[in-house]
Structures are given as structure tokens and as C-alpha cells.
């Protein structure tokens, strides 16, 4: 079965990538959680970027704040695909930051990036990913877009004036 690689560069963005663990368990994926510092271990983060196809993970979510070079770091070092999550840290310039490090990669060296803080969808687009192979994961994600679609047309009745 796939799994799903969610890093982080430090312990204070759990919070906000707790949202990509939840739509994982969610959807009965498998994942491992580390944090990985694109500054403070670099040795670790070549080590899990060249290895983590070998280790059974199709995709990585990789949440960072600041700098933010965790994702496209990891980007260039392995094959798989990269969710980059944008977190507004407490050294953030409003988040502004760690969009634009995530989401202006260079040619040749793609990161998927969902918006600041946007670990839930970070989540539910590595299990599309996975779906797209996976035909029991494939029947999960239309069955959550189909609650999606219900919750509106549930929230509209009684609207009419």
C-alpha cells in the first residue's frame, strides 16, 4: 500500500499540518510524520529526499514557514511528487514569505504548492494522487467530494426569499 511523507522544518508547524494528517486518516492512507530542517539538518533532509521513494512513499507533503525551503529542497532531491505547504510562522512577512518560496520553483523542479496553511488539502491532493493507482482510495475520494456536494445543497435549503 502507498504511504505519504509529511515533513515539516520545525515542531510549531504541527499544528497547521495536523489538518493533512486528519485528511489521511480520513481516507485510511498510511503516513509517517518527521521534521526535516532545510537549515538546521541539512544531512537529514538529503537523506529523506534521496531515500524516501525506497522507503514504500509515493507522495511528500512538506510544510515549511519563513524561508521555506524545505519543499523545493526535497524537490530536487527526489522523484516523488511534492505537495508544499505554505505556513505563516511567527518570523513570517505575513506568509507572503513562504508562498513565494514554495511556489516560484525553477523549471525542472516542480513543488504543488496549496495555499498558506492549506495542509487539509495538501492532504486530500496526495490522496488523489494515490487514487489515481489506487482504486479503493480512488472510491473514498468521490465518496468525500460527494459529501462535499451534499453539505452545500443542505446548507441552501430555506434560503429562498
Do not use: C
Amino acid at each position: 500500500m502507498s504511504k505519504v511523507g509529511i515533513i515539516m522544518g520545525s515542531k510549531s508547524d504541527l499544528p497547521v499540518m495536523q489538518e493533512a494528517i486528519d485528511m489521511l486518516n480520513h481516507f485510511k492512507i498510511d503516513f509517517e510524520v518527521d521534521i526535516v530542517s532545510a537549515h538546521r539538518t541539512p544531512e537529514k533532509l538529503f537523506d529523506y529526499g534521496k531515500h524516501a521513494h525506497t522507503r514504500g512513499f509515493s507522495v511528500i507533503i512538506a510544510g515549511a514557514g519563513g524561508a521555506a525551503h524545505l519543499p523545493g529542497m526535497i524537490a530536487s532531491l527526489s522523484p516523488l511528487p511534492i505537495i508544499g505547504v505554505p505556513v505563516k510562522s511567527t518570523n513570517s512577512i505575513d506568509g507572503w514569505d513562504s508562498i513565494l518560496s514554495i511556489l516560484q520553483m525553477p523549471g525542472g523542479v516542480p513543488v504543488a504548492t496549496v495555499a498558506l496553511n492549506g495542509a487539509k488539502n495538501a492532504g486530500i491532493l496526495a490522496a488523489q494522487i494515490i487514487g489515481s493507482s489506487d482504486p479503493q482510495v480512488m472510491d473514498k475520494i468521490i465518496a468525500y467530494k460527494e459529501d462535499l456536494k451534499a453539505k452545500v445543497i443542505d446548507s441552501a435549503k430555506g434560503l429562498e426569499y
